[in-house]
């Protein structure tokens, strides 16, 4: 007996092709530098170094490069969005953390580069606090994913990989 085709496939670098190694800017907002320290049992027991070191694996396995970085200060955030396409980035991934659901400065940030842009959150906003439900961050994304724990990073890479496969016609 055949076993059952999987109907998500996993993306590999064949899959798609979105030119010469594409930039990928991650940016992880406030505190999440704490990620592995406290409250494991909201946000897992990785790091953001543990995560960012998938991250570039998964990366490399996708032909794309990933510069990840992180920011307890909103403004700075904004920073690195604006030169992000003067510095040749072809995509965004951004967990914004508590900005999330503050910070109408990143929305227009991310809505001024015209890149597709990912929301990632390690747990699902929606099913937590009321107040966790209103993404203004997310008006100027194209997708999110959220509630994976780390995996939402690596699952939000692989969608805005293959975003920018379908927008270069290579897939
Ligand atoms: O689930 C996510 O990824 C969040 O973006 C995390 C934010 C929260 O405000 C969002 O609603 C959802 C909080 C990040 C704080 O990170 C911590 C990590 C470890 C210990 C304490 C805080």
């Known amino acids: 007996m055949t ?3 999987a109907t ?4 590999t670098a ?7 190694r594409a930039r990928i800017l991650c940016i992880s907002g406030p ?3 704490l990620l592995g320290t406290r409250e494991p049992d909201v946000y897992g027991r990785d790091t953001l170094a543990d995560i960012h070191a998938r991250l570039e694996q998964r990366a490399r396995a996708l ?3 990933v510069d990840a970085r992180q920011s307890n200060h909103e403004g700075t955030i904004v920073d690195w969005i604006g030169d992000a396409p003067r510095e040749g980035v072809a995509g965004i991934l951004i967990n914004p953390g508590a900005y999330t659901h503050t910070s109408i400065a ?12 990912v929301e990632v959150h390690l747990s699902n906003p929606d099913a937590r606090e009321a107040f966790r439900r209103r993404s203004y961050v997310a008006k100027a994304c194209v997708a999110r994913v959220a509630g994976f724990g780390a995996d ?3 699952l939000g890479l692989d969608g805005l990989v293959r975003v ?3 927008r270069s016609g290579a897939s």
């Open 3 to 5: 076993s059952p085709k």
């Open 8 to 11: 998500a496939p996993d993306v």
């Open 14 to 20: 064949s899959d798609v092709t979105v030119g010469a």
């Open 31 to 33: 505190n999440l530098q």
């Open 63 to 65: 032909g794309v490069e």
């Open 106 to 117: 990143i929305l227009d940030a991310v809505r001024a580069t015209g890149l597709p842009c």
């Open 152 to 154: 939402s990073y690596d």
């Open 164 to 166: 920018l496969a379908r």
